[in-house]
C-alpha cells in the first residue's frame, strides 16, 4: 500500500537516507485559522484537537511520521483498595475493559497530539482487538499496518488499580507474542525507513524490534526503545542500534543489576547503560520527574508538572515517551521535549484509563502557558 494512502495524515514521506545519516527533516504545520497577534508565543504548534476525535481537516500537517512498532492489549481494570495477599480474595469496587498496551497507548498518543502517526501491530480476531482498533482510529492514528491474526487471541492486561492510583499489571500476551513473520514485509519495513522518529518497547518478540531498529537505522531514522515489557535482558544486538533507551527507575535497575534508589545511583546505573553501547538515556523517575543522560554531558533533570488529582498512573509512562518522541522530531531543544512530556504525562494521570486518558495538543500547550 503506497505510503501516502493515509486517510488521516496528508504528508509527503521523505526518501530513504544514506546509511548512517540522521535525518532532521522538519515538520511543517499549516494553520488555516491565523493566531491574534495579542496572542503569547508558544514554542510549540498551537493546535485545537478534541482528544476523542481525528485531527481536524483544517490542520495540514507535512512531515515524516512517528511509527509505533509495538503491543496492543486490552486493559481490564480492577479497582481495589489494596492488593491481595498470598492465598487471599479480596472484591473490587468496579471493573471495566478499556484499550492499551504500551504500544497503542504510545500511538494514540502521538495521534491525539496531532502528529501523524502510523502503528505496526497485531491484534486476534475477537472483541478487543475491535476495541482497540476503533480508539486508535478514533485517535487519528493510520492503520494500515495493523495486522489481525486468527490463531491468537488479542493481548491483555489485568490492571488492578488501587485508590491511590497506583497500579500493579500481569500482561498477557497472546497476539503481541505469537505468529509474527519471521522476516516483516516490505510495507512495514518501507514505512519505518521513511519515518521522522520510530518508537519500540519490549511486549514484543526481540525478534522483531531488532529487525525495525535496524532498518530505521539504515535509513537514518532515530530509534527510542521504552525498557517496560519483558522482565528478560535486552539482547545486546538491540541495544547497538537504540539511539535512546527510556527505562524507568525499576526497569533500570533490572537492566543493571544496580541499585536506583538516590539520583547519585541512577547516575551510575545509567553509566553502565553507556559502556553497553546505549549513548542518551531516558529515566522516567515518577513522582521525581524524569531525567536525559547523553553521554559525555551533564543531565538534564525535568521535575513533575503536579497536579491536584492522580486518578491513574496507567499509561502515564507511555505518554511521556510518546510527547517526548513527538517534540523531539519536530526539532524541539532537550529540555522542550522533556517539558512538553512532562505536561502531557500531568494531564494523563488525571484520567482513568490508558488511552482514554491520552491528552491533546491544545491541553498540553495551555498546561506549559500556565506552569
Excluded at 481525528?54 to 509495538?70: C, F, M, R
Excluded at 491474526?149 to 490492571?159: E, L, R
Amino acid at each position: 500500500m503506497a505510503l501516502s494512502s493515509s486517510k488521516h495524515w496528508p504528508f509527503s514521506p521523505t526518501q530513504d537516507s544514506p546509511n548512517g545519516s540522521l535525518r532532521t527533516t522538519p515538520v511543517q504545520l499549516q494553520l488555516i485559522r491565523n493566531p491574534s497577534p495579542s496572542q503569547s508565543r508558544s514554542p510549540f504548534p498551537s493546535l485545537s484537537l478534541n482528544a476523542s476525535k481525528a485531527p481536524s481537516p483544517q490542520t495540514q500537517v507535512t512531515g515524516p511520521p512517528l511509527v509505533v512498532v509495538g503491543s496492543a492489549n486490552a486493559d481490564i481494570y480492577v479497582e481495589i483498595d489494596r492488593l491481595p495477599k498470598e492465598g487471599e480474595t479480596v472484591s473490587a469496587k468496579h471493573g471495566q475493559t478499556l484499550p492499551g498496551g504500551k504500544g497503542a497507548n504510545q500511538a494514540a498518543c502521538g495521534g491525539k497530539l496531532s502528529y501523524p502517526t502510523y502503528f505496526v501491530g497485531q491484534v486476534g480476531e475477537d472483541a478487543h482487538g475491535k476495541l482497540i482498533s476503533e480508539a486508535l482510529e478514533d485517535g487519528g492514528v493510520c492503520l494500515d499496518h495493523l495486522s489481525t491474526v486468527s490463531a491468537a487471541p488479542t493481548g491483555h492486561a489485568v490492571v488492578m488499580l488501587q485508590s491511590d492510583g497506583q497500579n500493579s499489571i500481569i500482561i498477557v500476551g497472546g497476539a503481541n507474542m505469537s505468529f509474527w513473520p519471521e522476516t516483516l514485509s516490505d510495507e512495514d519495513l518501507k514505512i519505518v525507513r521513511n519515518a521522522g522518529i520510530v518508537l519500540l518497547q519490549r511486549e514484543i518478540p526481540d525478534f522483531v524490534n531488532i529487525q525495525v531498529a535496524k532498518a530505521a537505522r539504515d535509513a537514518g531514522v532515530p530509534v527510542i526503545l521504552d525498557a517496560g515489557g519483558m522482565d528478560v535482558p535486552i539482547p545486546v544486538e538491540l541495544l547497538n542500534v537504540v539511539d535512546i533507551l527510556s527505562p524507568n527507575e525499576s526497569e533500570l535497575a533490572r537492566l543493571t543489576g544496580m541499585p536506583t534508589e538516590s539520583f547519585e545511583q541512577i547516575c551510575q546505573a545509567v553509566a553502565k547503560c553507556h559502556e553497553m553501547g546505549v549513548k542518551e538515556v531516558l529515566v522516567k523517575l515518577g513522582a521525581k520527574g524524569s531525567a536525559l543522560f547523553v553521554k559525555g554531558e551533564e543531565p538534564i533533570r525535568q521535575p513533575i508538572i503536579s497536579t491536584a488529582k492522580v486518578l491513574d498512573t496507567t499509561g502515564a509512562g507511555d505518554t511521556f515517551t510518546a510527547a517526548f518522541a513527538v517534540a523531539f522530531v519536530e526539532g524541539r531543544s532537550k529540555k522542550e521535549c522533556l517539558r512538553f512530556a512532562a505536561a502531557a504525562a500531568s494531564l494523563c494521570v488525571q484520567v482513568k484509563g490508558a488511552i482514554p486518558s491520552m491528552p491533546d495538543r491544545q491541553s498540553v500547550l495551555d498546561l506549559l502557558q500556565t506552569c
